[in-house]
């Protein structure tokens, strides 16, 4: 037998019986046992596990998509048969030449809703997240004629458990169960609009029009920013454009309360920006959630923390087009250095599991974007030289290793210097100016480098 059925069957195994392989659902107490209560959310009760109905769910959304797919819009993929799936098993693993957008967003969604079958129906983050390795392999060997594809099944596992617990988490802050009439019906409509897999699974169980006690939510800190940015191609002070800015940045839980980080994902960090005119835009996101910390002694401080984090990153610019899902490993120091001049500073290191940048020789390889692993750095440092004044820089870096594409290297860079001033409690101003830069170092074709600056000024307000 072909070793990709072992694989496919080993895999749906766990897919089937996770509670074979994650047995962490009870406690004991006496002679009773209750389900772990660090496995609740909010004041709703998901103490009843049902391992089936994820399954049976994961099942049926990879069936609604494919239909879809086959049905309405009349996808050549989607005719699949008993040949397709058996030669898929036959032939194995692939890269595949996917649209960038595809590959780095549309997969990940569809890993989140397999995620989030499961974790709805009361299952933990670790007891989630095989579903989502086998909804990616059903879907690999069995719903398109196209050969199953290292980087969809990368993208959708890995980044998909990542989006997965993280809208699980902000659909929680807006399920309250103590109110009634419009406002209950706005909290779960907009709770399902962010997961819609949870918000299905809430109207199946009768929980959507179900009293309960009153929400307990995580703190959560939001910060919008509006202004205007000044792009300047090649450095170049003469060839400037310029667009309107919006960016948008998230905490959930405190990073620094290592004591309350009981489960993965208890604080999270996102971070979003656009600049926008007619002719392009400018895109920015990176998200973070906490897998595990420890506090440790050093630097004549106990202010020292290390921790394991899940990210994912997405820059597009004039000079690149870039997105790496990772597990970055990172040490942070908070120093008090007057009564009122604190410097905390962060220095990670990650390993990019599949990443994806877009290439100026695309006609040469028949995609626009190369695939591959890698290594990142990053450096964070925020000086609060007031309660009103501060200013931070911020730095990565990333090395993609080209597995599919040109063959080559990559090594994508950005700099950022900001300044930032509280002008109202809930309101300040800032000032920064940002560096992309990008080297492409290839076997077969002339090396390239290129650079921009770009010069922002904006308003933040926080809510």
Request: without cysteine.
């Amino acid at each position: 037998m072909n070793k990709n059925y072992y694989i496919f069957i080993s895999i749906l195994i766990s897919l089937l019986f996770p509670h074979k392989v994650f047995n962490q659902s009870k406690l004991s107490i006496g002679k009773n046992s209750i389900v772990n209560p660090s496995l609740n959310y909010n004041s709703t009760n998901y103490n009843d596990k049902n391992y089936w109905l994820a399954a049976s769910e994961v099942f049926g959304i990879n069936i609604l998509v494919w239909a879809n797919s086959k049905y309405i819009a009349k996808q050549e993929w989607a005719n699949i048969s008993g040949e397709s799936i058996s030669e898929n098993f036959k032939k194995g693993f692939t890269w595949d030449g996917d649209s960038f957008v595809m590959n780095q967003f549309l997969h990940p969604y569809h890993g989140s809703a397999y995620f989030n079958a499961a974790r709805s129906n009361g299952l933990s983050f670790w007891e989630s997240a095989p579903y989502v390795l086998g909804g990616s392999l059903m879907w690999e060997y069995a719903m398109e004629i196209e050969r199953p594809s290292y980087n969809d099944l990368l993208n959708t596992t890995l980044s998909g458990i990542m989006l997965g617990e993280i809208t699980f988490r902000l659909s929680n802050l807006l399920i309250d169960e103590s109110t009634s009439g419009l406002e209950r019906f706005a909290r779960e409509f907009t709770s399902t609009l962010i997961d819609p897999v949870k918000g299905f699974n809430r109207l199946l169980q009768g929980k959507m029009w179900k009293d309960g006690i009153k929400n307990i939510n995580t703190k959560l800190d939001i910060k919008l920013s509006l202004g205007v940015n000044s792009l300047f191609v090649e450095r170049d002070l003469s060839k400037s454009y310029l667009y309107s800015l919006f960016m948008f940045d998230m905490n959930y839980g405190n990073k620094l309360s290592v004591s309350s980080h009981k489960k993965p994902f208890d604080h999270i960090r996102i971070h979003g920006e656009m600049s926008f005119t007619k002719r392009d835009n400018i895109i920015g996101i990176s998200s973070s959630g906490v897998l595990w910390d420890w506090k440790f002694n050093a630097f004549n401080t106990k202010k020292n923390i290390f921790g394991l984090y899940k990210e994912f990153d997405y820059l597009e610019n004039y000079v690149y087009k870039f997105s790496a899902a990772s597990l970055a490993g990172e040490i942070t120091n908070r120093t008090l250095l007057s009564k009122k001049i604190i410097l905390q500073t962060s220095l990670g290191l990650s390993a990019v599991f599949v990443g994806g940048t877009n290439s100026i020789y695309s006609s040469e390889v028949g995609r626009d974007y190369n695939l591959g692993p890698g290594l990142g750095m990053r450096i964070f440092m925020n000086l609060k030289l007031t309660n009103s004044l501060s200013l931070n820089f911020r730095y990565k870096q990333f090395w993609l290793y080209i597995l599919n594409g040109l063959s080559g290297n990559e090594f994508i860079g950005l700099y950022n210097l900001n300044l930032e001033y509280k002008i109202f409690r809930n309101n300040s101003v800032g000032l920064s100016v940002i560096f992309y830069e990008r080297y492409g170092i290839y076997t077969h074709f002339t090396d390239i480098h290129s650079s921009n600056a770009s010069a922002r000024i904006f308003t933040k307000f926080h809510l």
